[in-house]
């Protein structure tokens, strides 16, 4: 046994061991600590081309100062980091992810929500969201937990509370679905089969469901607005206008925007007639729902991403085989509607394909003819905008929050520096140095 003096002792050493970072910043009474960043050059989040001779001075979990060198004075005890080489940017944004996901490749969808256990999968996710912070995404919008249930929120409150790395999460817990059109399926009738999302159908039981995901903590509502559930496995759209137009109102009520899974010309007409604000997939959108979408603002995240590797998945082989018909569909489809002014979310659905390769969409965009400096736009403060943080988030500029990335090279000129990161900032903590 200890003695009365010595546990005491041993207590403050173990928590001085043990206690992440956050914690530790928490328990003392010192000044916020500075960090004056010079790198080679400042991409701010909205402008073309990066700012050369700019530093950033950091102060706690904000941006004190950023501009041109001579104009930045840091206060005494701040601690210069040079970046020789390096671009400075925005904490990146990940508009659509499945951190309760890891790839298909690894095991089917169909495995990770009826054979894994809860458990798992929120080991899994602590692992996913840890890796995406430290590819430089600082921010997620997770579009639900696949039949994790609502372990999305307690995954946010983990990380908010430095408990684990990981990302600022936004959630939408488990999804809103029509009875009878997700999945699982192919069981027999007899046996209730858990959904990868809640059912609910009808004024009564969508209402009850909005509020229920409201009030266990989901800061979006995600909607299933079609399916593969037509007599021959087609999509089809699930709700009707009406029952779209009470969700969105009744997530309006509470705050919360909504997110909309359609690839159907109807599924995405309803979702924004009924005031959706983005469109998830968007594959089979057409000159009138893109004019629709422009005109009401509304972001298309077009996954790029998550189609490419499931095709990959099936043998598909990118630069050797021809492009498969339902990818030359959804590029046609991205570049119609940008043409038509729908503003992008860069969000890929990662969880198909492995968090911390979230770059991915990114150069995926650019590949199909997105500059560089637009793909790093619509994943700072487009996506910024998006998720309504466009006030503390997505740029750098004094008063906003200091989650900051710098990368090896210019992203402005070749987009795949972003997978060369050199640190991570989230709130002014280095997570990667």
Known sequence: MFSNLRAPLLATVLFAVLAPASVLAQSSAAPPRSYLLRPARVFDGTTAR?????????????????????????????????????????????????????????????????????????????????????????TTRDLGTEGAGDADVGLKQAIDQGII???????????????????????????????????????????????GQMGRGADWIKVYGDYRWGPRGEELPTFSLEEMRLIVETARSGGRPVAVHASTPEGMRRAVLAGAESIEHGDGGTPEVWKLMAQRGVFLCPTLAASDAQLQYRGWKRGVDPEPEPLKKKHAGLKAALAAGVPLCMGGDSGVYAHGDNAREMELLVALGVTPAQALQAATSGNARMLHREDRLGQVKAGFLADLVAVEGDPTQDISAVRKVRLVLKGGTPYRR
């Open 50 to 138: 990066p700012h050369t001779g700019w530093v950033v001075l950091v102060t706690g979990e904000r941006i004190a100062a950023a501009g041109p060198a001579q104009g930045v004075k840091a206060p005494e005890g701040t601690e210069v980091i040079d970046l020789p080489g390096a671009t400075l940017l925005p904490g990146l944004i990940e508009g659509h992810s499945h951190l309760f996901l890891h790839p298909y490749n690894e095991a089917s969808w169909n495995d990770q929500v009826l054979k894994e256990s809860l458990a798992l999968r929120v080991a899994r996710a602590t692992n996913h969201a840890k890796a995406a912070l430290l590819a430089g995404f600082t």
């Open 165 to 211: 790395p990981g990302p600022r999460m936004l959630v939408t817990t488990r999804a809103l679905v029509a009875t009878g059109s997700y999945a699982p399926k192919g069981f027999a009738a007899e046996w209730a089969v858990p959904q990868g999302a809640e059912e609910a159908d009808g004024v009564d039981g969508l209402v009850r469901a909005v509020r």
